[in-house]
């Protein structure tokens, strides 16, 4: 079940002072709940969503990754159910221009019905001597530890992106910079029924070792 106001209240958030030494310490719980971590269909996320405290976490937590330069090469979208209403509408319009209309119309379900979305942007700072594909990758890393930190409070998510990520319109509503791209919106609900096991990668295939050679 997701975290009650009380048992989130508990939780010590404060930020550590910058150099603080911050011990690492097992955790059979965070590995398990990797171990078995999968994403919820978008449309199965019903409410309640996660109360704005409980975004606001998510958030903070979000950022804690790896970046290098510590350049911040991202950022994020929230929405209130008004206007995350208001983009659906103006989506909708847009779908009909696509080259499948139909099936773009079809995608918007996955944005309309879960109650919360987060949305993460790439933006990265060029010309700069941190590679652009690594400032890529941290603002891949937000997305992942976004999902990561709402299944530990007891909700679904889902990281998708689909053709509104894509389409230069949908992108300008999104005030989108020319610089900037979608790394993906990050949907957020209760599942209404529990997310099905997938095929896992084999092991065998997909993992080698360098022989030094």
């Known amino acids: 079940m997701p975290l009650s106001d009380r048992s989130l209240a508990l939780l010590d958030t404060r930020e550590p002072e910058f150099g603080q030494a911050l011990p690492q310490k097992p955790s059979p719980d965070v590995l398990e709940a990797l171990f078995f971590r999968r994403s919820a269909p978008a449309p199965t996320l019903q409410a309640p969503g996660p109360s704005p405290d409980e975004i606001d976490l998510l958030i903070r937590i979000g950022l804690r990754v790896p970046d290098h ?3 911040g090469p991202w950022r994020i979208v929230r929405f209130t159910p008004q ?15 696509q080259p499948e209309p139909g099936k773009a119309l079809a995608a918007l379900q996955k944005l309309s019905i879960p109650p919360e979305a987060l949305l993460v942007v790439s933006s990265p700072i060029q ?3 941190i590679p652009l594909w690594e400032q890529q ?17 007891g909700y679904g998510a889902n990281w998708i992106t689909d053709w509104y990520s894509y389409d230069g319109e949908a992108k300008a509503v999104l005030g989108l ?8 919106f990050i949907y957020l609900g209760t ?4 997310p099905l096991e997938r095929d896992r990668p084999s092991y ?4 080698g070792w360098w022989s030094g050679e």
Do not use: F, W, Y
């Not at 065998?204 to 993992?207: G, S």
């Open 137 to 153: 990758l941290s603002a891949a890393a937000v997305c992942q530890t976004l999902l990561i930190a709402a299944g530990a409070m």
């Open 69 to 71: 330069g510590k350049i």
């Open 191 to 194: 599942p209404s029924e529990a």
């Open 83 to 97: 206007s995350k209403g208001a983009l659906v509408e103006i989506l909708t319009a847009l779908a009909a221009k």
């Open 177 to 184: 910079a020319a610089h900037e791209n979608v790394a993906g």
């Open 204 to 207: 065998d295939e997909r993992i």
């Open 127 to 129: 010309p700069h001597k």
